[in-house]
């Protein structure tokens, strides 16, 4: 956790959604910093409540128990949903019918900012070998893609028609270290993503905003040029990573899909539905 707190707002009650799976163990312990209340929502066990915690677990499928998960939020930290590619069923369940039944909680509760765990693979078909920003074209690599760019254009609307502000946060690869090559660019560490969604909560205005969830690696192919206003500044780099992952990984394949593609292995996954 980084030594001094990113922000020195304190908000009074956060939802952080997902918050069973990887990045929401992670940033459990870090959002309680900065807020009295933090509520806690996923489909799978959320173990026992800390002080000041509010366990609340719910379907996004769910609409009646959505707009009772978004009563009396300040802000919603959304990683809830399919993380990766899957059969369709499960992606339009969750990221679609939830993702659109989050908005409308949101809308009648008033929530006014929600930042959406959005994911580079919105842009997988890029090739490594471009570097891209926030205004290019989506390149879904998966389904699970499509259901990403799904979610950018829903918030996209729910903030043109009802003024409820996100931030698409386009997660690269968050996790403790990058261990690949890919991941040399597309690695974000656990203190620079609290440092990101901190940002995304502590910034005055965010509108609707698309920000690339990465560390300040050497090696860069998205752009944050777009995203300024946010005053996320990186302090973690793969770099010191490198040689241990150069010598795991000593040569690539130069006409595998997944070391020409950004979205990387993602290319290969599924069809799901014969
Ligand atoms: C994602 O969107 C996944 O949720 C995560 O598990 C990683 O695989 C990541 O992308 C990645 O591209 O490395």
């Known amino acids: 956790m980084p030594d001094t707190p990113v922000t020195s707002l304190r908000f009074n009650r956060l939802l952080l959604t997902g918050a069973a ?11 309680k910093r900065y807020c009295e209340t933090l509520r806690l929502s996923d ?21 009646a128990a959505m707009v009772e998960l978004l009563q009396g939020v300040d802000a919603v930290v959304h990683l809830g949903g399919v993380s990766v590619e899957a059969p369709f069923e499960p992606i339009l369940q969750a990221n679609i ?27 997988g078909y890029y ?11 989506m390149r879904p690599d998966t389904l699970y893609g499509v259901s990403k760019a799904f979610g950018e254009s829903l918030s996209r609307f729910y903030w043109d028609r009802y003024g409820i502000e996100t931030v698409c946060v386009r ?3 968050s996790f403790p ?22 940002s995304c909560l502590s910034a005055p205005v965010v509108g609707h905003s698309i920000v690339f969830g990465i560390s300040d690696n050497r090696t860069k192919w998205w752009d944050n040029k777009y995203a300024a206003h946010l005053g996320y ?21 130069l006409k595998d899909p997944a070391a020409i593609y950004q979205g990387g292995g993602f290319v290969h996954a599924g069809p799901f539905d014969k």
């Open 233 to 253: 500044v990186p302090q973690d780099s793969s770099e010191p990573f490198r040689a241990a992952v150069e010598a795991r990984q000593q040569s690539i394949d």
């Open 21 to 31: 799976g990887g990045l929401g163990r992670e940033l459990r312990t870090r959002l």
């Open 97 to 123: 019918l939830g993702l659109h039944n989050l908005y409308e909680a949101a809308r009648l509760n008033g929530v006014k900012r929600v930042i959406f765990a959005s994911s580079n693979h919105v842009v």
């Open 127 to 137: 090739r490594q070998d471009e570097v891209i920003d926030a205004r290019d074209p």
């Open 43 to 63: 489909v799978a066990d959320l173990g026992a409540a800390a002080p000041g915690e509010e366990l609340r677990p719910a379907r996004l499928e769910d609409r």
């Open 177 to 198: 270290e990058p261990v690949d090559r890919r991941m040399l660019a597309t690695w974000m560490s656990y203190d620079d993503l609290e440092r990101l969604v901190m």
């Open 171 to 173: 997660v690269g690869s």
